[in-house]
Structures are given as structure tokens and as C-alpha cells.
């Protein structure tokens, strides 16, 4: 049995489960914003936090203390959810994904930008990294809405999750559709500041990391 789960966890510097499991996720997030779908991109959100920080060389032990905790508070936060069902305790359970979207961000870059050979493997990184930035924003924009006391899009009082994603990624990739936009300045403050992150994220490092993979097949 623990032969075989060791086969199923990548090694080191790989990160091709890790981007397929938050693709996962993103679709859970598209589906809606009921609880079932919540509590299974939760508990996928610890799950790509652990194969994060394993496939970037964390030790057991801080991985076992990350799960333990991370998977603690958000126990805490679908109890709080269910028995009292109110903005506040939503809005908690958005900063909660806030929290693993960041810390899973900052595990993938802090691997990925030390490698000194660029492979299949160092883009699946990336974009893995690329993924955490929109649902990271998405889950900023649920706790603005659930904790404020103001409408964060002016076309909508009460924002879905599904809707909050798409204006996320509409903002990361600088789309700019129109059909949704920001309602006050803190909530256009953080759109506009998702929008840098996503334009310098595909200019330098994307881009940096497939020319050096390009490159580096040319050679071969």
C-alpha cells in the first residue's frame, strides 16, 4: 500500500499533478458557489498545497504541519459555515482560500525560478503558478464582498463564486469584457493590481521560461 501511494506523489521539481489538480479545481469553482463544490476545491486546494511543497523540496515534517494546519482551519471554517450561514463566516472561508492559494503560489515560485535548466516540468510550474494568481484574486474578491459593507461589482449586489472567478481571470488576462466591472475604488484597486500581476507574470517569466525551454531543445 505505501509503495504504491509513493508511486502516485511526484518527485521533486515535478509539477504536472499539481497544475492538473488546480485545473480541477478551477472547474469546481465554475459549477457554483453551494457548499459540496466549496468543500471539495477546499479540501483539493490542501491537497495541491502538500504535492506543491513536496515537488519543491519542503521537508516532511513542514509539510505534515502545513496539511495538519491548513486542514484544521478549514474544518473550522465549514463548521462555521454550515451552523451559522451568515456573510461573515462566508467571508471567512474566502480569506481561508486566500491564505492556501498564497502560500501554494509562493511554494511553486520559490522552486521554480531557482531552476537552472528550463523543462516540460518548469512550465508546468509556472503556469501552475499563473492558475493560483486568478483563483487567489477570485477568493480576495469573495472576502471583499462577504465581509464589506459595499457592492464590489456594480452589476451584481450578491457575486456567485463562478462569477467571481470569471471576473478574476477576465482581469488577470486583461480581457476586459465590460459585462462586469468594479463598484468601488478598493475594489478597482485590487482589479487593477490583479491586471499588473498577470501582464508582468506572462512578460518575464512566462515568456523568459519558454524561450530558455525552446532554446534549450534547439540545442539538443
Known sequence: MGRALKHLVPGVDRFGLVLGLLVVSYLLLALGGSSAPRILEGSSAVVVL?????????????????????????????????????TTARGLGELWFVVV???TLIAVL?????HQEVTLET????????????LMFGSMYGAMADLGDQQVFVQVAEPSVALRQYFSFATLTTLGYGDVTAATDISRAVATLEAICGQIFLVTLIARLVASFAGHRSTR
Open 50 to 86: 502538500w504535492l506543491a511543497l513536496h515537488a519543491s523540496a519542503v521537508g516532511p515534517r513542514g509539510r505534515l504541519w502545513a496539511s495538519a494546519m491548513l486542514l484544521a482551519a478549514f474544518l473550522a471554517v465549514v463548521v462555521i459555515t454550515q451552523s451559522l450561514a451568515d
Open 110 to 114: 520559490r522552486r521554480v525560478l531557482i
Open 101 to 103: 492559494f498564497l502560500l
Open 123 to 134: 512550465i508546468n510550474g509556472a503556469l501552475s503558478a499563473y492558475l493560483l494568481l486568478g
